[in-house]
């Protein structure tokens, strides 16, 4: 922890000597509350753990529940997370699990249409293409329906056969389930057989929607609008993955029990105050069909007998965050720490609604303990960057705990992120220049950043310097529709006025000269400065002078 402004010189590359005989004395603990992305296995000391306690409000990473514990008893405030995936399933154990008991609760798409009336016990018949959105370039594509590659009621867990090889598929018609035996894809002829899964078999007539499931990732190429991704894992039948990944409708309360069982295994074992609730999104994210394709946009919304509604896919999974804190609170005597990801741009209502989940509502009355944007404060395009900064501020003003942060909030963030560089140096501190237009003071927003560092062949924490810059409290704020009154004249740089101190965001790709109108303080070089160079996507934050 940074605690004297000698050791930030010292310790800092960058930082320079003291010039002018000006100064100033960083804080004791971060000037904004700060969250961390701790991915892949951690070996850390006593003073990496220290640091985290210290400096940080809650991590969400693979720590070992001594290593948690160890956090707790110098911070008992922090909270320690773990991963869960809060739509989709993960683990092998997870498509046994969901096949035998939560099948009927599995998201399906329209894959055809029957071409004639089938009787109840009809094990033959024949389905065309749905019609709507079944056309590319005027012909038709392949319907999505597989014929099943193993036998029995369920897909393969076993070593050496993977579910994606070795699965069962099945169709919907009605309310009735089929397990799906022959499948000729150029006639349409189709073998099933009936009252699978314990459904009812029934009479179906003409043209009924037949359903098949949704997976998880689609096939893309790398110029893909789709999904943040630019490859696939391939979690469909016959996909590129070893195991299949199916997705659960938000609609079927019955669902829930296996993300509430999910949650309590993962906090009993890992001895965590909560779970990282990762893609709670309105069912947008990375869905595929059983070949391979997109299927954003395609998930049924059985009840209203259409495609799923952003607003009405959010409210599903309202109704299950609601669920996982009672059914926690009922068998550990307290709720446990939630926090989401995804916050995106679907956050007004009408358009998805995430936002709700940051609020107490009729069917949600404790709302999630924060959600993260993920790359929120990262530099892909200056309009993205600004739409996210508008989420941020309209957040931060309504008292929302929205949670951006810099870079990739998964995986990759062990290689892509952690690496000390100067391109982390410039990434993260655009980031922080980024929040701090958007931060109040008293809002419940917080910062995601990276505690470790990769140097030399270790790994370790180090927390950097700015976020000890005594800055203050935000002595301008404009409303979310009024961001562009942050547009400096003449030069394309947001700037805002703090307390003891100014922000300054340069978003183009332009390198800016910035007049400033009166003497700081640069807390970098420590010098006395009127005038500064902003480089292009560079942040910026200067001290009022000493």
Same mark, same amino acid.
């Given at each position: 922890?940074? &605690? @004297?402004?000698?050791?930030?010189?010292?310790?800092?590359?960058?930082?320079?000597?003291?010039?002018?005989?000006?100064?100033?004395?960083?804080?004791?603990?971060?000037?904004?509350?700060?969250?961390?992305?701790?991915?892949?296995?951690?070996?850390?000391?006593? /003073?990496?753990?220290?640091?985290?306690?210290?400096?940080?409000?809650?991590?969400?990473?693979?720590? #070992?529940?001594?290593?948690?514990?160890?956090?707790?008893?110098?911070?008992?405030? +922090?909270?320690?997370? &773990?991963?869960?995936?809060?739509?989709?399933?993960?683990?092998?154990?997870?498509?046994?699990?969901?096949?035998?008991?939560?099948?009927?609760?599995?998201?399906?798409?329209?894959?055809?249409?029957?071409? #004639?009336?089938?009787?109840?016990?009809?094990?033959?018949? %024949?389905?065309?293409?749905?019609?709507?959105?079944?056309?590319?370039?005027?012909?038709?594509?392949?319907?999505?329906?597989?014929?099943?590659?193993?036998?029995?009621?369920?897909?393969?867990?076993?070593?050496?056969?993977?579910?994606?090889?070795?699965?069962?598929?099945?169709?919907?018609?009605?309310?009735?389930?089929?397990?799906?035996?022959?499948?000729?894809?150029?006639?349409?002829?189709?073998?099933?057989?009936?009252?699978?899964?314990?459904?009812?078999?029934?009479?179906?007539?003409?043209?009924?929607?037949?359903?098949?499931?949704?997976?998880?990732?689609?096939?893309?190429?790398?110029?893909?609008?789709?999904?943040?991704?630019?490859?696939?894992?391939?979690?469909?039948? !016959?996909?590129?993955?070893?195991?299949?990944?199916?997705?659960?409708?938000?609609?079927?309360?019955?669902?829930?029990? +296996?993300?509430? /069982?999910?949650?309590?295994?993962?906090?009993?074992?890992?001895?965590?105050?909560?779970?990282?609730?990762?893609?709670?999104?309105?069912?947008?994210?990375?869905?595929?069909?059983?070949?391979?394709?997109?299927?954003?946009?395609?998930?049924?919304?059985?009840?209203?007998?259409?495609?799923?509604?952003?607003?009405?896919?959010? =409210?599903?999974?309202?109704?299950?965050?609601?669920?996982?804190?009672?059914?926690?609170?009922? %068998?550990?005597?307290?709720?446990?720490?939630?926090?989401?990801? !995804?916050?995106?741009?679907?956050?007004?209502?009408?358009?998805?609604?995430?936002?709700?989940?940051?609020?107490?509502?009729?069917?949600?009355? %404790?709302?999630?303990?924060?959600?993260?944007?993920?790359?929120?404060?990262?530099?892909?395009?200056?309009?993205?960057?600004?739409?996210?900064?508008?989420?941020?501020?309209?957040?931060?003003?309504?008292?929302?705990?929205? @949670?951006?942060?810099?870079?990739?909030?998964?995986?990759?963030?062990?290689?892509?992120?952690?690496?000390?560089?100067?391109?982390?140096?410039? @990434?993260? %501190?655009?980031?922080?220049?980024?929040?701090?237009?958007?931060? /109040?003071?008293?809002?419940?927003?917080?910062?995601?950043?990276?505690?470790?560092?990769?140097?030399?062949?270790?790994? +370790?924490?180090?927390?950097?310097?700015?976020?000890?810059?005594?800055?203050?409290?935000?002595?301008?704020?404009?409303?979310?529709?009024?961001?562009?009154?942050?547009?400096?004249?003449?030069?394309?740089?947001?700037?805002?006025?703090?307390?003891?101190?100014?922000? =300054?965001? !340069?978003?183009?790709? #332009?390198?800016?000269?910035?007049? =400033?109108?009166?003497?700081?303080?640069?807390?970098?070089?420590? #010098?006395?400065?009127?005038?500064?160079?902003?480089?292009?996507?560079?942040?910026?934050?200067?001290?009022?002078?000493?």
């Amino acid at each position: 922890m940074i &605690t @004297a402004a000698v050791s930030v010189a010292a310790h800092w590359a960058g930082t320079s000597a003291f010039a002018n005989g000006a100064d100033f004395t960083p804080l004791s603990k971060p000037q904004y509350k700060l969250y961390s992305v701790c991915s892949n296995k951690i070996d850390a000391s006593k /003073e990496d753990l220290r640091l985290i306690a210290e400096n940080f409000e809650f991590y969400h990473g693979k720590f #070992q529940p001594e290593q948690a514990d160890a956090i707790r008893e110098i911070n008992p405030a +922090f909270k320690c997370l &773990t991963y869960i995936n809060s739509t989709y399933t993960q683990s092998e154990a997870d498509v046994r699990l969901v096949e035998s008991q939560y099948r009927d609760c599995l998201s399906m798409l329209v894959a055809a249409r029957l071409s #004639q009336s089938i009787e109840a016990g009809s094990t033959k018949f %024949r389905v065309e293409p749905a019609g709507d959105g079944q056309k590319s370039g005027g012909k038709e594509v392949p319907i999505p329906i597989r014929a099943s590659t193993i036998a029995g009621d369920y897909s393969s867990i076993e070593n050496g056969k993977p579910s994606t090889k070795f699965y069962v598929f099945w169709i919907r018609i009605g309310d009735e389930l089929m397990r799906v035996n022959q499948f000729i894809p150029a006639t349409g002829d189709i073998e099933v057989a009936r009252s699978f899964a314990g459904t009812a078999s029934a009479a179906h007539p003409a043209k009924a929607n037949v359903f098949s499931p949704v997976y998880l990732g689609f096939d893309r190429s790398p110029k893909s609008k789709e999904s943040a991704n630019t490859s696939s894992r391939g979690n469909y039948p !016959n996909g590129h993955d070893d195991k299949l990944r199916y997705v659960l409708d938000p609609a079927y309360r019955k669902g829930y029990l +296996f993300q509430g /069982e999910t949650v309590l295994k993962a906090m009993q074992e890992n001895r965590v105050d909560g779970v990282w609730m990762d893609t709670l999104n309105t069912g947008t994210f990375n869905l595929s069909d059983c070949l391979g394709r997109a299927a954003a946009g395609k998930v049924w919304d059985f009840a209203k007998n259409q495609p799923y509604a952003p607003d009405d896919f959010r =409210l599903g999974q309202e109704k299950k965050v609601a669920f996982i804190g009672q059914f926690i609170n009922e %068998r550990l005597g307290k709720f446990p720490f939630l926090v989401a990801n !995804n916050l995106t741009d679907a956050y007004a209502p009408g358009r998805g609604g995430l936002k709700l989940l940051l609020m107490a509502t009729e069917v949600k009355p %404790r709302p999630l303990d924060a959600y993260c944007m993920e790359g929120g404060l990262e530099l892909q395009s200056p309009e993205k960057w600004k739409k996210r900064i508008v989420m941020l501020m309209d957040a931060a003003q309504s008292g929302l705990a929205a @949670a951006p942060i810099w870079a990739n909030a998964g995986s990759p963030s062990y290689a892509e992120s952690e690496p000390d560089t100067p391109g982390r140096d410039k @990434a993260e %501190r655009f980031g922080y220049a980024s929040y701090l237009l958007g931060v /109040e003071k008293e809002g419940k927003t917080l910062m995601g950043t990276y505690a470790f560092y990769q140097a030399n062949g270790k790994r +370790f924490v180090k927390i950097h310097p700015m976020y000890y810059y005594p800055i203050g409290y935000p002595a301008v704020t404009v409303k979310p529709n009024e961001f562009g009154k942050y547009l400096m004249k003449d030069v394309p740089v947001y700037h805002r006025s703090f307390t003891n101190g100014l922000v =300054l965001v !340069n978003s183009s790709d #332009q390198d800016c000269p910035v007049k =400033l109108e009166e003497t700081y303080f640069d807390p970098d070089t420590r #010098q006395l400065v009127t005038t500064v160079t902003m480089s292009a996507g560079t942040g910026k934050i200067l001290l009022n002078k000493p």
